[in-house]
């Protein structure tokens, strides 16, 4: 659950496990501070693999949810390639 940890942290979440993953993050609180804090904390731990990310990923994949599965899509397609 390293997205959802991520999340947690931006949004300031106390613990992981009472992160509602299934919500949005218009639900969760999102301000554009947080999106911002999400998309660098994304890059820096590198979950979206060698892929860059936008934006555009959260708000295709609005949910905690969805945007993990996302950046799980992008990894393994790096795995795909190094094989």
Same mark, same amino acid.
């Given at each position: 659950r390293?997205?959802?940890?991520?999340?947690?942290?931006?949004?300031?979440?106390?613990q992981t496990s009472l992160l509602n993953v299934n919500a949005?993050?218009?639900? &969760?609180?999102a301000t554009s501070l947080g999106i911002?804090?999400? &998309?660098a904390l994304i890059r820096q731990q590198k979950l979206?693999?060698?892929h860059p990310?936008?934006?555009?990923i959260l708000l295709d994949n609005p949910s905690v949810r969805k945007v993990a599965?996302? &950046?799980e899509? &992008?990894?393994s397609f790096d795995k795909e390639i190094a094989h």
């Open positions: 390293p997205f959802a940890s991520v999340v947690s942290q931006a949004f300031d979440v106390s949005t993050f218009a639900q &969760l609180g911002v804090k999400v &998309l979206a693999g060698s990310v936008d934006i555009g599965q996302a &950046l899509s &992008l990894r």
